[in-house]
């Protein structure tokens, strides 16, 4: 796994003033349409792909590709998929959007909507509730459910990679309509 750099949001803002460098949201179009860096794009981690990043960087993959999300996870994730598959000037912004917004930097704000994380919790505890009450009132057996949930928790832990939260990804609730969608259209 290759070290990835990274850029202070006021560097990359200043950057970006100079030179007018592009910027790439991996997070899901719902957590972008909440709030967002105002120079930033939406291409989200899960269909991030190297065609999509030189369409966007009119072919020029020699300058460096900017990768943001919420606090910096994401965005390393995508600077290491990137470098997997061959671009060698990938970046990630430090703090990601909260950095960016607690700097004082221009972001554009939309509709709220539960973090991805958050999500997370909620399902994950609702699952491990169910478990637990069906197992005790109704058949045992249905405390599996609880430990199927505990085993996911931990492989997610251990492994940084989370298949509930990719799966509420996906979920129409976390989708945003046309119209309300500044992405990148390659």
Known sequence: ???IKTIKPAELAKLHQE???ELID???PAEFRE???SIAVNL???TLNVEQVKQLQNGN???PVYLICQSGNRSTKACQKLIDAGLAHVVSVEGGTKAWDQAGLPVERGKKTISLERQVRIAAGFLVLTGALLGMFVNP???GLSAFVGAGLMFAGITDTCGM???LAKMPWNQVSGSEKKQCHV
Do not use: I, N
Request: hydrophobic content about 55%; glycine content about 4%; cysteine-free.
């Open 61 to 63: 993959l020699s300058e």
């Open 19 to 21: 030179t007018g460098v």
């Open 35 to 37: 709030v967002h860096a």
């Open 141 to 143: 057996w249905f405390s």
């Open 165 to 167: 939260a990719m799966m």
């Open 44 to 46: 989200p981690l899960d």
């Open 26 to 28: 991996v997070r899901t």
């Open 1 to 3: 796994m290759a070290e």
